[in-house]
């Protein structure tokens, strides 16, 4: 067997800059965030991307309709989404925007350059009934009473000369690195989803607009008429963003196209999307990659929606999530806390907050900051404790990290989260059995009782270093380890009660 790379590389999906941060682009900012962060603690090299798509026709409407230059509007908002990564402690290490005509203009445009080359892209005239929403055309089910199924909204007939891109060539290939798992698609049921697409047949896809009909997007190469079809554009950003350094100085040559070198070297490891766009990850974007000659992504995770009080959020019903608002009012790992932990990872999730504060009060409050509160404070009464762990506490430890590893890796990070506060109702037991603070207690058993709960928090701490990254960092700068002793200090009131 080869040796596993120590690279790990990870991307979100690049949030659309028509509106504001939402709840949903969140959840998955931190679900990557977690898998970011846990491979980093396992010593692997990780490269973790988000962005920003900023191009299509939906955007330069929106911003037509705000009375807003194109440009300034897609800046203010990708700002926004750029601004997560302090309210929610994200980790990621590039964020790409579309519109960089430095380095992401000339990655898009080599992209094109290769299917081109490779005979996949062809000119005609089309005709068809195009949903500006979902940026695509519909055909079959995908239309209801002239409508788009996913926005209902009316669809608008639009005949124009296109590039088209041979997709119905690759639907085999594709097939069948699906069905090896060549390319893996989590969950399973959203696996047997694209197949079942797969199986019905792909049609070519236009792969560029007249810049009669739309004027914002990247031009095509030796093409002055048309741009790029904005998933011909946006899919690119996991190629084009991929090893440069946000911190980087801005200077920096103009683009070697390295993104396309390091992708050919090693491919992402796990794409995270949502469910709403996965048919154009599971098969355009392959398709895209088999037609450039370069190698597919190891996996796609795909999660589901968020609704709220059991409603789809929308702007006209007032009942959309600001993420912002929720970390300034409640606390950054509270809110990371919820949506890994009430959230099924893999599928559709409610959140209210009455659900939030219950979870907030019960597992937070109640849960790891007592047991937190409880052992510190009865362990920092000793200058030191020394000892051994008991066989039943290492046994209770060893399962429970193997269960989070296994958990972690199969992407199911509210199972994960679970088996820690499994860790943390032992350690609640073991505190209420043994009685560290009664006052017959024998000396030598009152130790070997706070060694063993010691050791319960300081891994329970390390098991939420890629969850709740803020509060593990403050239960573990209240334990310090020397030579097979534990010198504590009394933590911090972590999780006030609401």
């Not at 994200?90 to 350059?113: C, G, M, Y």
């Not at 683009?255 to 469910?275: C, F, N, Q, T, Y």
Request: proline share 4%; aromatic share 12%; hydrophobic share 35%.
């Amino acid at each position: 067997m080869s040796p596993v790379s120590k690279k790990f590389y990870i991307t979100t999906s690049i949030a659309y800059v028509n509106s504001e941060p939402h709840i949903g682009f969140a959840l998955e900012s931190v679900q990557a965030d977690v898998l970011a962060r846990y491979y980093r603690q396992l010593g692997r090299e990780v490269f973790f991307l988000t962005g920003t798509d900023e191009h299509g026709s939906k955007i330069q409407r929106t911003a037509e309709a705000d009375h807003k230059d194109t440009q300034e509007f897609v800046d203010e908002l990708s700002e926004k989404f750029k601004g997560l990564k302090g309210a929610l402690n994200l980790s990621w290490d590039n964020f790409i925007r579309t519109t960089d005509q430095k380095n992401h203009w000339p990655v898009a445009q080599e992209i094109w350059n290769k299917l081109f080359d490779a005979g996949d892209l062809y000119k005609k005239k089309y005709g068809g009934y195009y949903c500006v929403g979902c940026e695509s055309f519909k055909t079959g089910k995908d239309i209801v009473d002239g409508k788009c199924v996913i926005h209902k909204k009316d669809l608008e007939f639009i005949e124009d000369e296109n590039w088209f891109f041979k997709l119905l060539k690759y639907t085999k290939e594709i097939e069948k690195k699906i069905k090896s798992d060549e390319l893996k698609i989590i969950p399973e049921t959203r696996k047997n989803e694209i197949l079942s697409l797969l199986k019905e047949g792909l049609e070519d896809v236009s792969f560029s607009r007249s810049k009669k009909h739309l004027e914002w997007g990247i031009p095509v190469p030796n093409d002055d008429s048309q741009v790029m079809y904005v998933w011909a554009d946006a899919l690119t950003n996991y190629i084009s963003g991929y090893g440069l350094n946000a911190k980087a100085s801005p200077d920096h040559s103009k683009s070697d196209l390295r993104g396309i070198k390091e992708w050919k070297k090693h491919p992402a490891d796990v794409h995270m999307i949502g469910k709403d766009i996965s048919r154009f990850h599971t098969a355009i974007w392959p398709a895209m990659l088999l037609s450039g000659n370069l190698p597919l992504p190891k996996s796609i995770f795909v999660h589901g929606f968020i609704t709220s009080n059991g409603e789809k959020m929308s702007k006209s019903m007032g009942n959309v999530i600001d993420p912002y608002e929720l970390a300034k009012k409640y606390g950054t790992d509270p809110v990371r806390y919820y949506l890994l932990r009430e959230i099924p990872s893999s599928e559709d999730g409610d959140f209210s907050y009455e659900k939030f504060e219950e979870r907030y009060n019960g597992d937070l409050a109640n849960g790891l900051g007592n047991f937190a509160a409880r052992v510190s404070t009865l362990a920092s009464k000793e200058a030191e404790i020394s000892g051994k762990i008991s066989k039943e506490v290492k046994e209770k430890i060893d399962d429970v990290e193997k269960m989070v590893k296994q958990k972690i890796e199969d992407f199911k990070f509210n199972e994960a989260l679970a088996s820690v506060w499994d860790l943390i109702k032992f350690g609640d037991r073991y505190v209420n059995e043994n009685k560290p603070w009664a006052k017959d207690l024998p000396k030598e058993k009152k130790e070997e009782v706070l060694y063993d709960l010691v050791s319960i928090l300081g891994k329970t701490a390390e098991l939420l270093v890629p969850f709740l990254p803020e509060t593990a960092g403050k239960i573990l700068a209240a334990i310090r380890s020397e030579k097979g002793k534990f010198l504590v200090k009394r933590a911090d009131n972590l999780f006030p009660r609401i």
